[in-house]
């Protein structure tokens, strides 16, 4: 059923008289009539007497009345919905980030709600894998991830991230983060967590030729420091913890190969997003 079919009909109930009916729709007056026709002729029903006094509704009319005034109502708030996803103004923003990205996300998030304060956000900590499994199946519009990302998403280069060495403040003062690993149960993420640390710190061990004395393993990075700070062992973690680092830990610089990879935002390219590329504008060109 067309919608402007039920558009004619409230208006004709409301201004009583085809004549100011069809102003108000700016049709002329034939053309109401036959939508007001084509309506009743649809659903089998006389919704108007016409006489003297104008288009009076018949009971039917009466009790179809207020549910086509909802339907209208409904159909505006869904087209200003549709408006508001078209420009990018509203609607709801899905973001991913990781640990690399602890400051640079609020920031971002931060400075787009400052352009855009119609939009709701969720950002969620999540493992670069699964932000690119949630951007390839649509359910994430954004991720700030560990790159290189698959081949079939977009990214972006924003910061270079480091490997640093995570250990109790009695280690500060030792120069030799060999002595530190070697001589200490090394902690780490479980691989489901934090599958590309993992693998980082593994590379650096084997381009360093080290071997740690034990292994263990935690499901987040403030467990990791926690157990850190209690002297439970060390870490192999990104310099971006600083922003979390609990007393009674230091971070450690590290040095050689496999220290140091890239960081940045990515998203689907196949999936149009208006709203989506206002949040990549913002990040990506925050002078504009």
Known sequence: ????????????????????????????????????????????LTLFQRGRH????????????????????RHEIFRSDVAGLQNGHAGELKLGFGISSFQLAPLSVAAFRARYPSVKILLNDLPSAMQFQLLTDGQLQC??????????LQAAVLEEEALVLAAPERFAAMGDFR????SNQLLQLSPTRGEGLVAQGAAFLRAQQLAAQTL?????IQTLLALVAAGEGVALLPASVRHIQP?????????????RWKTGIAWNPRIRDPLRDNFLSVVLTPDK
């Open 216 to 220: 263990a393993a935690a499901d987040d």
């Open 179 to 182: 002595q530190v690993i070697e």
């Open 1 to 44: 059923m067309d919608i402007k079919l039920l558009r004619a009909f409230v208006t004709l109930a409301e201004q009583g008289r085809y004549h100011q009916a069809a102003e108000a729709l700016c049709i002329t007056q034939p053309a109401l009539t036959k939508q007001i026709q084509t309506l009743e002729h649809l659903i089998g």
């Open 143 to 152: 991720g700030f991830v560990r790159l290189p990302a698959p081949e079939h």
């Open 54 to 73: 104008g288009a009076k509704l018949t009971v039917s009319g009466q009790q179809l009345l207020p549910g086509a005034r909802d339907l209208l109502q």
């Open 247 to 259: 007393s009674g830990v230091v971070l450690l610089t590290l040095s050689g190969e496999q220290t």
